[in-house]
């Protein structure tokens, strides 16, 4: 079985910063990819960044330039460093990678963490 767990959202006033950490735990053998998703409400889940263990990171148009994203394979974490951040970047944010674990190789998503970026 395999976790994942969010943290460091808050609230924030426009134009300051956050920076979300994702720790997964459990019977991991290998993260392959590992990513940040958002959703807002009345809105569809969208992917924020991703990253996979090697090769080009992928942002969403609307977060390029401010977001970015970064791994620690050796402690098995992923964090987005958010700044400038607008009132539209209010949302719960959702990690999510796909671990291969001894047995299987699947997609886990953590409980999400909220930001709000109001004044």
């Known amino acids: 079985q395999v976790q994942l767990e969010e943290s460091g959202g808050g609230l924030v006033q426009p134009g300051g910063s956050l920076r979300l950490s994702c720790a997964a735990s459990?019977?991991?053998?290998?993260?392959?990819?590992m990513g940040w998703y958002r959703q807002a409400p009345g809105k569809q889940r969208e992917l924020v960044a991703a990253?996979?263990?090697?090769?080009?990171?992928n942002y969403a148009d609307s977060v390029k330039g401010r977001f970015t994203i970064s791994r620690d394979n050796a402690k098995n974490m992923v964090y987005l460093q958010m700044n400038s951040l607008k009132p539209e970047d209010t949302a719960v944010y959702y990690c999510?990678?796909?671990?291969?674990?001894?047995?299987?190789?699947?997609?886990?998503w953590g409980q999400g963490t909220q930001v709000t970026v109001s004044s």
């Open positions: 999510h990678a796909h671990v291969t674990t001894m047995t299987s190789g699947d997609f886990y």
């Open positions: 459990g019977s991991i053998r290998t993260i392959n990819f």
């Open positions: 990253m996979p263990k090697t090769g080009n990171t």
